[in-house]
């Protein structure tokens, strides 16, 4: 990611993540910053491609400045994946701002040496969109194949989900063998990974079908030694053994941070093993 600053080329998901976290809280002081597209070109070959957008910056009530935004992207399934980006104005940030933004990695990390970091898989706010997955028909699949064949099965779905989940940015709490329970801080990347992990496994192992039911709940929990606890782990988990297999099931607090991006089946109402009441699920589309 590139800005007009000289300092402004950063590299790395977390270096990026970092800077706009301190530059955001800075924007907040200054009134917010908001970004009108005049024109607007893109172009695609293959899996890459290219946006550039002109427009119009306005930082609080202040003047707008002339901007420009530039975007390479990746194409990976059903997602673009962002690769690089350029935003530039036309005046210094001095001048725009009336402050110096933070855009060296230095001064950035003299800011937050003191700062304790949540909780891997937390979002800021605290939150964590929890995710179980459970092999279907695990027993029986391993009768018929053989402890050595089911043991080469086992190591061809661990591989198969770890690369999603280090895809998608979850962060693995347990589980190994036929489940695992994965934290991820933002709903989108927990479906978007859910997704990808059907779509990974359903050609199978050597001609072994397999089907993975998947559960995905959001809200507050207790994060403790690298765990999570409470009600939203317990839920996620109900949830997923309620499921069948190929099929994800996701609670209305997931869909809040879906905004519209999957198909979904209609709404259905399941009781789950130890909770009280009845709660309403959603089931993804994704074949």
Not at 206 to 221: L, T
Request: net charge negative; hydrophobic share 45%; charged share 20%.
């Amino acid at each position: 990611m590139l800005g007009s600053a000289p300092e402004e080329w950063w590299e790395g998901p977390d270096t990026i993540s970092a800077i706009m976290k301190v530059t955001a809280h800075e924007y907040r002081e200054v009134g917010g910053f908001h970004f009108e597209s005049e024109s607007t070109s893109a172009w695609k070959e293959g899996s890459v491609g290219w946006i550039a957008s002109k427009g119009f910056v306005r930082i609080g009530d202040r003047e707008p400045i002339n901007g420009t935004i530039t975007i390479v992207v990746h194409e990976d399934g059903a997602h673009w994946r962002m690769v690089q980006a350029h935003f530039a104005i036309d005046i210094a940030n001095e001048q725009a701002l009336g402050l110096t933004m933070t855009s060296s990695v230095d001064d950035l990390l003299l800011q937050v040496q003191d700062a304790v970091p949540p909780p891997t898989g937390m979002a800021p706010d605290g939150s964590v969109a929890i995710m179980f997955t459970d092999l279907e028909a695990s027993t029986a699949l391993m009768e018929t194949l053989g402890e050595s064949r089911w043991l080469a099965l086992l190591e061809w779905h661990d591989q198969e989900l770890a690369r999603q989940f280090a895809a998608y940015g979850g962060t693995v709490v347990k589980g190994g063998g036929d489940g695992f329970m994965v934290a991820f801080p933002a709903s989108g990347s927990a479906a978007a990974c859910a997704v990808a992990i059907q779509r990974a496994i359903r050609p199978g192992w050597e001609g072994v079908q397999v089907a993975a039911r998947i559960g995905i709940h959001s809200g507050n929990a207790k994060a403790e030694g690298g765990d999570f606890f409470g009600k939203t782990v317990v839920v996620a988990a109900r949830m997923t053994g309620a499921a069948r297999g190929g099929e994800i099931l996701v609670s209305p607090e997931i869909l809040k941070g879906l905004g519209g991006a999957f198909s979904l089946d209609d709404p259905r109402s399941l009781e789950l093993k130890g909770l009280a009441g009845d709660y309403v699920v959603f089931s993804i589309q994704w074949r």
